[in-house]
């Protein structure tokens, strides 16, 4: 798996330009980061990223925050739940499989509301402050929130996926099921 992921970057590094890497990088931001982080991670200079990034800003691809004491940039939550929605659409699931999933992700959430007592992933992060749980289990508890939030997200893109099934259909299969 870590052969893997060093080839990958080897790959990344060899065959894209660094404006590519940027954008590559940027795009698939959790969080926002400023342009010498995205640099870093992208193996460029700072001054060309900054530009790349602008004109990522222009185009309305990124969102630059300027309140704090440094600009940070993030991707646009929307255009990447579409972006993962036609992903999945594009994926060969079948639309009852992906309902299944989401069936799948329901239950898990709705099994760690019941084993905790509570209906949130902050919730559970408050159960925290009992001083008798032991580091094992907070750190768990944690893992859980963390998973928790992540399903949640997941939940809401596969749902779209799901009502939108149609919609999402590629441009190709449209064309065909209506010649």
Do not use: C
């Not at 001083?131 to 963390?146: G, P, Q, S, W």
């Amino acid at each position: 798996m870590a052969d893997d992921a060093s080839d990958s970057e080897g790959l990344m590094s060899r065959q894209t330009t660094g404006e590519d890497r940027v954008r590559m990088t940027a795009q698939q931001l959790s969080e926002p980061r400023t342009a010498n982080w995205i640099a870093s991670e992208a193996g460029w200079s700072h001054e060309p990223t900054k530009r790349v990034l602008d004109r990522l800003v222009a185009d309305g691809i990124l969102h630059r925050d300027d309140s704090g004491t440094h600009t940070t940039y993030y991707p646009d939550s929307r255009r990447q739940a579409l972006q993962e929605a036609m992903r999945l659409r594009d994926s060969g699931h079948t639309v009852e499989e992906l309902t299944d999933r989401l069936t799948e992700m329901k239950a898990q959430i709705s099994d760690w509301a019941e084993e905790f007592g509570v209906e949130s992933p902050n919730q559970l992060r408050g159960t925290l402050a009992d001083a008798t749980l032991a580091a094992a289990e907070e750190d768990r508890r944690r893992a859980i929130a963390r998973e928790w939030e992540h399903l949640q997200n997941r939940i809401e893109i596969v749902g779209f996926a799901i009502r939108e099934w149609n919609f999402l259909t590629p441009t190709t299969e449209s064309t065909e099921a209506h010649s």
